[in-house]
């Protein structure tokens, strides 16, 4: 991942962990509580592709496993959020730009129902079994309405400022030798390099007429 990808992402996932643990966590709403660190690992995968969701996923997990006051085994969300941002990735929009609400929305649904079971089941495997005594329907219907209306305000915005990041001038200059590559196997002899190609071309074509000038005053003479 490029620095400014990394910082960033590091940016987004400390901002969104400083306000659910300090915010939302405190709203003692009923059932689960809004998941502002998945909806960033959910945006940022859907921009940076799988790989990037992965990594930032594991990242920012970790972080809300060490961070106070987790009351759980360390890797334990690490783990869920490394395999809901690989999922996340693989459905990565064209050019990390979103056409249609429905899909997000539906990440985001499917993300927060995923997470909670995997949580859940993960806890399971090491005899957490707190999910059991809060119920773990209402917790899956809590946190799939809980973030599907915090994505809007959420997911849109977090998008955004990663492709204005991910705007880099050396990976521009990368697409212009894939071009001049392209251009060389399609036109022969013909190389093109952006604005430089009409200039060539005038400049054999002026070679030529001179040729054919200096010939025709030799048969003149």
């Keep these: 991942m490029r620095f400014n990808r990394i910082l960033l992402s590091a940016t987004l996932v400390v901002v969104a962990l400083v306000v659910q643990v300090s915010v939302l966590a405190r709203l003692q709403l009923p059932g689960a509580v809004p998941d502002l660190l998945l909806l960033v690992v959910l945006a940022l995968a859907f921009v940076y592709?799988?790989?990037g969701g992965a990594l930032i996923g594991f990242g920012a997990g970790l972080l809300a496993d060490l961070a106070p006051p987790a009351d759980h085994?360390?890797?334990r969300y690490a783990l869920v959020l490394c395999v809901i941002g690989y999922l996340?990735?693989?459905v990565r929009p064209e050019k990390g730009q979103i056409r249609s609400a429905f899909v997000p929305m539906a990440a985001v649904v499917a993300a927060a129902l995923g997470s909670t079971l995997l949580y859940a089941g993960v806890g399971a495997l090491v005899g957490d079994t707190s999910?059991?005594?809060v119920g773990l329907g209402g917790l899956l219907f809590t946190a799939a309405v809980y973030d599907l209306l915090l994505a809007p305000f959420?997911?849109?915005l977090v998008m955004w400022l990663a492709?204005?990041?991910d705007n880099d001038p050396l990976a521009e200059t990368r697409d212009g030798g894939s071009d001049v590559a392209a251009g060389w196997i399609t036109s022969g002899t013909g190389l093109r390099i952006g604005g430089q190609r009409g200039g060539l071309r005038l400049k054999a074509a002026r070679n030529r007429a001179g040729r054919a000038g200096r010939i025709k005053g030799v048969k003149r003479l």
């Design 88 to 90: 996340a990735g693989l």
């Design 163 to 165: 492709r204005r990041a």
């Design 154 to 156: 959420t997911v849109p």
């Design 131 to 133: 999910a059991r005594h």
């Design 73 to 75: 085994a360390a890797g």
């Design 49 to 51: 592709g799988h790989v």
